[in-house]
């Protein structure tokens, strides 16, 4: 199917207004009439013009059209599920201590939702409309005990109507035990996902594919129709999410008041779809901003590897290494935190108002700031835009650990000479 492009009428998202000048012809009035009587589940694209969400769009299965720069990759997914709140907002990240002349910027992927939200949205934008298509009556997906992606995951599959299974990493010690509610499993146990619990010594000897396909067999044969959802959704067609989202940041520096241009984009990376989606996107679009990715497990050599094959099953055309740079920022190891890095993540709430999740945002935030205290010629003038995932959630894993330094809290104290009687608005 081919699509027309159109300027849309700023008041009317449903309504394609053709350019009124000498060269509109016949061709092009056809074009117009076509596309006001195409299914209503088409999509236009229209790459000069920003996105016209409506309330109605939200859980809605929509054909999709790539940006017309991504229109050579191949394959092009057929559908798309609206299951975030975009576009999420940009704005100006006044963090201290910065080189000379340096601009933070920050894209609020945070807020795409709420039990809901992240970076992974983007991806189950793709991976739910084809789980849908090919009729599947349940998913699988695995990720550690208090893994963003599996919670997204239940979400996704409870408001369209599917049955979740999540494979989840704990410790040899906690493996035979009650989980517990906290952060993530609470929403995950909230909406009723079926949760396997597996050590991470077994999940390191047997893998995340042969496990999940371990359960997708199990299954199968009581019957059920099961599509495997791989780690964090990074596989090629989760890697469309950070394309479609690169369009995004397109449209909003078009039609916003600043004129930024961005230099750079930094990232966390924990499985490396948002990766290899955000550097492709802004190497084949007008972006150009250069990635800077931290990792926050493996190593980058693993994830420069991980990335081309994802690159590859696009038909992509490019090496990773000449688009990303990708830092270590594991630390003590993935979602394992010093107390200096948690504190980097209350000052920045204290300085801010921003709160970042200590596994992925707060770990790849206080790693380009160690780099800019160290390299601050690097840094220097350079306009940033930090793709804040999400994974607010995983903050309540680390209480007891934030709870020294957390502090801001006391007993009022109330003279004797204030009058006591009764109070307005009890709430007793």
């Not at 995004?248 to 230099?263: A, C, M, N, V, Y």
Request: hydrophobic letters at 40%.
């Amino acid at each position: 199917m081919s699509f027309c492009r159109w300027p849309v009428h700023p008041l009317s998202p449903l309504l394609p207004i053709p350019p009124i000048n000498k060269s509109f012809s016949l061709q092009r009035l056809f074009c117009l009439s076509h596309s006001l009587t195409m299914d209503a589940n088409s999509k236009i694209r229209d790459d000069d013009a920003p996105k016209q969400p409506t309330s109605f769009d939200f859980l809605t299965r929509k054909a999709y059209a790539p940006p017309s720069w991504a229109s050579h990759l191949n394959p092009i997914p057929s559908h798309v599920f609206r299951l975030g709140h975009l576009p999420t907002p940009i704005h100006k990240w006044n963090l201290p201590n910065l080189p000379n002349n340096t601009e933070v910027w920050l894209k609020r992927d945070d807020l795409s939702g709420m039990q809901l939200s992240g970076n992974k949205v983007r991806k189950l934008e793709f991976l739910m409309a084809d789980a849908v298509a090919q009729g599947a009556d349940c998913v699988i997906t695995i990720g550690g005990i208090q893994s963003n992606h599996c919670r997204a995951t239940a979400v996704a599959a409870k408001y369209l109507n599917l049955d979740c299974f999540l494979i989840l990493r704990t410790s040899k010690v906690l493996v035979d035990q009650d989980p517990g509610l906290t952060g993530n499993l609470l929403v995950e146990r909230l909406v009723g996902a079926h949760i396997d619990l597996i050590s991470k010594e077994e999940y390191a000897k047997i893998g995340s594919e042969s496990l999940t396909n371990l359960l997708k067999e199990k299954l199968l044969n009581e019957g059920r129709r099961p599509y495997v959802i791989p780690v964090g959704g990074s596989n090629s067609l989760g890697t469309w999410g950070y394309i479609e989202a690169i369009w995004e940041i397109e449209q909003q520096l078009q039609t916003g008041t600043s004129k930024i241009k961005f230099d750079d984009m930094v990232v966390a990376c924990g499985s490396g779809g948002t990766v290899a989606g955000l550097s492709l996107g802004s190497w084949l679009s007008t972006l150009k901003a250069k990635v800077h990715a931290f990792s926050v497990c493996d190593d980058p050599d693993y994830f420069y590897d991980f990335v081309q094959g994802l690159l590859n099953g696009l038909e992509a055309g490019v090496n990773p290494r000449d688009i990303v740079n990708i830092q270590n920022a594991k630390g003590l190891g993935y979602a394992i935190n010093t107390s200096e890095e948690l504190k980097f993540v209350k000052e920045v709430a204290a300085a801010t108002g921003v709160v970042l999740d200590p596994v992925y945002s707060g770990k790849a935030a206080y790693e380009m700031m160690k780099d800019m205290a160290d390299n601050p010629k690097k840094w220097e003038g350079r306009k940033i835009l930090f793709i804040h995932t999400g994974g607010l959630l995983g903050l309540y894993d680390k209480v007891e650990q934030m709870a020294s330094f957390a502090g801001n809290w006391r007993r009022m104290d109330v003279h004797e000479e204030v009058p006591r009687g009764d109070g307005i608005g009890k709430m007793f």
